[in-house]
């Protein structure tokens, strides 16, 4: 019997959907083609999604390298790279490429995606004008990255913010300039983009929002902007992102229906039968195309047609886009706002946390949603609008996630359900990767562990933002023990014990090192895991770290604290909570001189100047320093205070000198980093006036010596303390609360209290590290007082002589 002569299929486009189109094609159809592919790079199909990685040095080109040159051989699959095809002959079906080289097609798929727009400017076409499409642009940045020259990017949209933020990874001052208010204005509303341009700004990139590019600078080569308004920008390097349109020239001069893309029906097919085409170069019912998504699903139906299935046809998906630089999450699908009345919009805010959530709801359906800052729940959103689900029973709840919300109607108690996720539902963006895809693959071929599903799938295996949920499938489908330590954050698998322990196991001292020895989803970690790992380090390498104010809060930033009306507080340390006439003089003084409207006495014996202007902090500081005062820390993951009562010197009940002890362990403990506030209390009986049975670290004073109690807590979940030991002497309690501290200090989760930590480990784990274990105990004092040579340096003299971080101080300057 002959065997069937295999058809010719001949592929213009080497990228992301003509071989997406081809893999699929495979797994259907494996020997019905022989197969030709021609790329104009000169590389292997790459995720070009990816670039924006590439560029922050976050990845190698090798790292998103799709189908090694390999894959293509294994396949038996022709591929000339870096060779265009120059034109199509439909009459004879064939290609000829800039090579010269001719090959004849059965069918013919066209994937010549799309070419950046390119406004009509003077100067754009001077050396030193780049778009950003491509490994030869990345190249090309980041070549002028290394000569440290500067940058200016025009638009403010995904691709834009991407190449500003990649660029200023590799060390380059950036500017963006963009035509629109607000960034991202077709994702996100303005809110949402007003937060992302001021996070994007404490980062250092600069912003021209609603400005008009006129024309780029330079004679011999490209030397900076100039906008409508007058204004210049200098710049060496010009990246223009401003959108793509279809790449339509190859198909307009063979003669195929073109219209602003390559027009095409729902079964993928163009004008002429036996030519098909996908991505960023068709037209489909009049839409082009610039996310991934419909690019997979096109890809699906035109393999399927290629295969002889008669049925397959497009239709575009509903769409949503994701964005994460610099660990900042949006999300966003569907409207960005109310479109009438019949629409209702649902809003979150957190300005403290960084997130807003914007729910729009139509006739009781999510119709769109705009989520920044936390987009654990973009997913499960996105699949109720897709799915037109009745939302009435949850609707005054659903904004606040969905473990809220089914909690609150009797359905699971939190956490990732995904057993009641669609098979249909998309897990990886990146891939085009399904639930149901995922499961077929762990069950088909026994797979068991993460690595196994990325290699089969693709599933995490590009940005790494769906990690979370494909773990999440494999434990439910495999019925592996899900119950792992909570990771640290989503860009890592990792908790906080384990990544502390690598830290002083691997020595690794920067918090790049932490990422890349820890294989982090994102090369710059995100607003939950660098403060963490700041803390860590710090703890870990006291004077060899070096404390990175960028991932601080504002409030530690600024060493104050910021009030809801923008001002700030100022509490200067007041040793035990006594102060002198010449102290108060100075904050009178300072109250006048810069009109500070409030001065309130604090629950922890201390004076709070409350609503002094930002730009003043530093002279309000200069001048408390001059009367003796220093930073009392109230702002901080450390020592508070230690609050005291009079004790023996003054108390008829006295036993010990309550106060004079409070001063000392205040000026031990002053300026020590900790996971979360630390306060202190010394009572002078067990009448306990300085309640010191509901602090972080309690002194009880009685007559044969001092009770030490730990892990109190006086705030919404209220704890008293447990009873850790007594002692005889001050110098006792001096070693046993700050080996306590310390060990607290290096065993402490990030945010966790000494409550919940004291709980976690149990006291007997921390009486056998205190009590029993006295070399133990020893050596964590000395491993505190070390640290404590570093980190005893008042902030706020650093900045009020030194000049230090003055940026963070200077008053916006006032535009004409």
């Keep these: 019997m002959n065997a069937i002569p295999r058809q010719r299929l001949v592929v213009i486009g080497n990228g992301m959907a003509g071989m997406r189109t081809v893999e699929e094609l495979l797994a259907r159809a494996p020997v019905r083609y022989d197969i030709t592919v021609f790329g104009a790079e000169p590389h292997p199909n790459y995720n070009r999604i990816m670039l924006s990685s590439v560029l922050a040095g976050e990845k190698r080109i090798d790292d998103i390298v799709i189908n090694t040159r390999d894959w293509y051989a294994d396949n038996g699959i022709t591929l000339f790279t870096g060779d265009p095809v120059l034109s199509i002959d439909r009459a004879g079906k064939t290609v000829t490429a800039t090579s010269g080289r001719v090959v004849t097609y059965d069918k013919l798929l066209i994937s010549t995606g799309s070419k950046p727009l390119m406004p009509p400017l003077p100067g754009l076409t001077l050396p030193g004008v780049v778009a950003f499409r491509d490994i030869a642009d990345v190249d090309a940045m980041m070549k002028a990255a290394e000569n440290k020259q500067r940058a200016v990017v025009i638009g403010g949209g995904l691709l834009g913010l991407e190449a500003a933020w990649g660029l200023k990874r590799q060390g380059m001052p950036v500017a963006l300039v963009h035509l629109m208010p607000t960034l991202m204005e077709r994702q996100l509303d303005v809110e949402a983009g007003g937060l992302l341009q ?182 499960w959103y996105f699949d109720l609008m897709r799915q037109g689900k009745d939302v009435a029973d949850m609707r005054d709840r659903m904004i606040l996630g969905r473990a809220f919300a089914d909690t609150c109607c009797g359905g699971s108690k939190g956490g990732m359900d995904v057993a009641a996720m669609a098979d249909d539902s998309q897990v990886c963006g990146c891939n085009g990767v399904s639930k149901g895809a995922i499961v077929a693959a ?97 703890c870990a390498w006291p004077g060899e ?71 003043d902090l530093p002279a309000v500081w200069g001048d408390l320093n001059k009367a003796g005062m220093v930073s009392g820390h109230a702002y901080a993951k450390g020592l508070r205070t230690v609050k005291t009562c009079v004790g023996s010197e003054w108390c008829r009940f006295g036993t010990q000198d309550s106060t004079g002890l409070g001063i000392k362990l205040e000026r031990l403990m002053w300026g020590a980093w900790t996971p979360h506030k630390v306060k202190l209390a010394v009572s002078g009986c067990p009448r306990n006036c300085a309640e010191a049975t509901i602090k972080d670290i309690g002194i009880i004073c009685v007559e044969a010596g001092y009770d030490i109690v730990i892990g109190g807590n006086g705030g919404i979940e209220l704890r008293g303390t447990d009873a850790l030991t007594r002692v005889a002497s001050e110098d006792e309690v001096l070693e046993y609360s700050a080996a306590f501290l310390q060990l607290y200090r290096e065993e402490g989760r990030y945010l966790e209290r000494t409550a919940p930590y004291v709980e976690r480990v149990g006291l007997a784990h921390v009486k056998a590290r205190i009590l029993d274990d006295a070399a133990g105990r020893k050596a964590l004092y000395a491993r505190f007082l070390h640290a404590q040579s570093y980190a005893q340096i008042d902030p706020w003299a650093e900045r009020a002589g030194d000049g230090v971080d003055a940026h963070e101080f200077q008053p916006l300057a006032v535009v004409e």
């Design 545 to 615: 770290y070096v404390d990175d104010y960028r991932s601080r809060f504002i409030n530690e930033r600024v060493h104050a604290n910021i009030q809801k009306d923008g001002t700030y507080s100022v509490v200067p340390r007041m040793w035990g909570g006594v102060t002198t006439a010449a102290e108060l003089r100075a904050i009178a003084d300072v109250v006048d001189k810069f009109a500070i409207p409030t001065v309130k006495v604090t629950g922890g014996q201390r004076i709070d100047l409350l609503g002094v202007r930002k730009e």
């Design 198 to 379: 001021r996070d994007l700004t404490e980062r250092g990139l600069h912003f021209f929002t609603s400005g008009q590019t006129e024309a780029v600078l330079g004679t011999d080569r490209a030397e900076g902007l100039r906008l409508a308004d007058g204004r210049e920008i200098p710049a060496d390097l010009v990246v223009v992102a401003i959108g793509i349109r279809p790449n339509v020239d190859l198909a307009k001069a063979a003669g195929l229906d073109v219209n602003r893309g390559i027009r095409v029906g729902d079964d993928m097919a163009t004008s002429d039968p036996d030519i098909y085409s996908v991505g960023e170069c068709v037209e489909h019912n009049g839409q082009v195309f610039g996310l991934v998504a419909p690019l997979w699903e096109q890809a699906k139906v035109c393999a399927a047609r290629l295969a002889g299935d008669s049925v397959a046809a497009y239709a575009t998906p509903p769409l949503s886009t994701r964005l994460k630089i610099t660990g900042i999450d949006v999300f966003s699908a569907g409207q960005l706002a109310a479109a009438d009345e019949a629409d209702a919009e649902i809003v979150f805010r957190d300005v403290a946390k960084g997130i807003y959530k914007k729910l729009v709801v139509r006739d009781d359906r999510i119709v769109g949603t705009v989520l920044y800052g936390d987009v654990a729940d973009g997913g």
């Design 442 to 538: 762990i069950k088909g071929k026994n797979l068991t562990t993460l690595d196994e599903v990325r290699a089969h799938t693709k599933a995490s295996a590009s940005c790494g933002q769906c990690t979370g949920v494909v773990q999440a499938i494999l434990a439910h489908v495999t019925g592996a023990d899900a119950a792992a330590p909570e990771a640290l954050c989503k860009c890592t698998e990792h908790g906080h014990d384990a990544v502390r322990k690598a830290i002083v196991e691997k020595g690794l001292k920067t918090q790049d090192a932490v990422r890349r020895a820890l294989g982090w989803a994102s090369a710059d970690g995100c607003a939950k895991c660098r403060p963490a790992l700041n803390y860590y380090l710090l």
